[in-house]
Every structure is written in C-alpha cells, then in structure tokens.
C-alpha cells in the first residue's frame, strides 16, 4: 500500500526530529544547570573569603580622620614666666610667639603621628595674632585675628571629635594663678548656671553644649587643677605659679615631650572621654571692675542689673552666651 508507507515514513521522519529537539533541549538545559552552579559556587567563595578577610582584620574599613578643635592661649604656654612675654610691646614677646608655637607643634605632631586628622588651631590670645602661623606645622589650619563673635571658641562645631586647650591660665582672683584673669580685666567674676567659671569653664561650657569632649588642657598648675574640679580630663603643668606675676617655669623641652605623650594617652581614650553636660537656656551671670559698664550693658534688652556691678541674662543657647559674654567684655569699653 503505497499511501499509508509514505505516511509512515513521514511520521517515522517526525518522531526523529522530535528525539533530536528533546535530546537538544536536554543538553542545553543541563549545561545551563552547570554553569549556574558554577557561578553560585564562585560568589559564595567570594563571599567566604572576604568575611576570612575581614575577620582576620587584612582588610580594614578606613576610619574618617579625626577631627580636632586646638584653642591656643598665652600665659600657660611652656617658657613664659612674665607678663611682658605676652604683650606685643612686651620684652621678649618675640620669644613667647616662638614658644607659643612650638607647644602647639608638639601636641599636632602627636595627633598626626596617632592617625590621619583634620586639625583646626584658633589663635586666642589678646589681638589673636601671636602664633608663627609659617612655622606651624603645615598640616593645620590656622584662624588669626579677633573680631570674631566666638572668640577663643572660633571654628569650633559639633562635626568635631574633641578640643583641646593649650597655654590657658586661672580665672580671675585666683590665688596662686599665674596672670589669672577671665577675658579681660574689666571682669571681676563670671557664673554660667551659678557656676563660677575662667576662660577655659566657659569655653569648655561651649564645647559640651556642642558634644565636644576636652582631651587635653595645658597651663600653670594652679589653671589645671581649677579646670579638673569642672572637667574630667588630662592636663599637662607647664609652670607653677610665685605669685600672680612670676612663674618657676618647667623646661619646654620637657613639657613638650609630656605633651606630646599625654596627647597620644588622650586620643587612645578619646572615645571613653565625656562632654561637659550643659544644661540650656544658660543663666549668665557677670561681675565688673566698674559701675559705667553695668550702667551701658542694663540697656541690652533681657539684661538685668544684680547690684551695682553685676548684670545677668538668660541665654536660651551656650552659643547665645558665649557671644553676648564676649561682646559684655570686649566689645563695650568704658
Ligand atoms: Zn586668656
């Protein structure tokens, strides 16, 4: 029968093409499975190498750099026993700068040799230009000069990780203090929060309102013991005080070394080390030398007058307080 035998044929042709697609199709699908477990076995080497990595601390996350406040004062600095030092018409100021300088050097070298950091150093001393800012170490930035709202606390925010007070003194009427004063000598006393408070209280009142712990201060014993009873941290004595005006200095050399030392104890500690807590609004309290300038400052609105040489003021922030301080002191003459 002829018909039905080329059916047949051509179903037979068919059914062969059907087993070539089918056995095709199987190949194709197993090397699919292969490589698809190739590629699944190869991450997850990947993966379990990388966390062996990790784990054994070869790879390292790089931390940020450092970020750190440098406020630089003058009566505390290393090898300054006399006023005249810290003058700029004073006999060897030109020595003071130096020395001034080459504290701060010694405490930025010390950072820079802990990690990488981003070092802000604030000149705080009088018309703030006493610091050899071409013989600072390269690495800083320096801000120079005085009409500055912040004053000693210029440049200093919360993106900071810790400040650090160099060459700072007593506060006013201390005993034993060498030049002890609070910003100028028209001030008699100041409170924040009816705490009494020097220059490095209420700076150090102003870093904590900002979260920024102080690691370090440096200055005549007397200044290191008054800032410890207020701020929980590591102080390095550059001179004792013989009376208000002289001072039996500790050699630079060695102070250097202790701050430079005591700088690196600082940073290793850096993240068990506290802010000052401030509690806001902030009641500022400050006293004069003379009646005429608390007969000008009652005239600031929310300025009251205590007695006939003090005035206070409710801040609602540290920062509020710390401008209108500065601008009570030093801006208002009289
Ligand atoms: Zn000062």
Do not use: C
């Amino acid at each position: 029968m002829e018909a039905p035998s080329v059916l047949a044929a051509f179903r037979l042709v068919l059914r062969k093409h059907k087993a070539q697609r089918e056995e095709s199709m199987r190949l194709v699908t197993h090397w699919r499975f292969r490589r698809d477990s190739f590629v699944l076995v190869l991450t997850g080497l990947a993966v379990l190498f990388n966390a062996m990595l990790v784990g054994a601390e070869i790879v390292q996350v790089p931390n940020p750099p450092l970020k750190i406040f440098i406020s630089v004062d003058m009566e505390g600095i290393s090898g300054i026993g006399t006023p005249k030092m810290t003058n700029g018409t004073g006999k060897d100021y030109a020595l003071g700068r130096e020395l001034m300088t080459e504290d701060v050097n010694a405490i930025v070298s010390a950072i820079f040799e802990f990690g990488p950091a981003e070092v802000v150093v604030n000149d705080s001393h009088g018309d703030m230009q006493n610091l050899l800012h071409t013989r600072l170490d390269e690495r800083v930035k320096y801000i120079q000069g005085h009409i500055k709202p912040l004053g000693m606390v210029q440049g200093l925010d919360e993106s900071f990780d810790a400040a650090i007070f160099v060459g700072y003194h007593a506060r006013v009427g201390t005993k034993d203090g060498f030049l002890a004063h609070t910003g100028s000598g028209s001030v008699r006393g100041l409170w924040l929060n009816d705490v009494e408070v020097g220059e490095g209280g209420m700076n150090a009142h102003y870093a904590g309102a900002h979260g920024v712990p102080i690691v370090l201060a440096s200055g005549d014993l007397t200044f290191t013991r008054q800032f410890r009873e207020l701020v929980n941290t590591r102080t390095v004595v550059t001179k004792e005080a013989v009376g208000s005006l002289v001072a039996q200095l500790h050699h630079p050399a060695e102070v250097h070394q202790r701050l430079r030392a005591t700088t690196h104890e600082a940073l290793e500690a850096i993240t068990n080390t506290q802010p000052l807590d401030v509690t806001e609004p902030v009641t500022v309290r400050i006293r004069f030398a003379t009646t005429t300038r608390a007969d000008i400052l009652q005239s600031i609105p929310g300025v009251s007058r205590i007695d006939g040489i003090t005035v206070a003021y409710e801040a609602q922030t540290m920062t509020e307080a710390y401008k209108l301080i500065r601008l009570m002191y030093k801006f208002v003459s009289w």
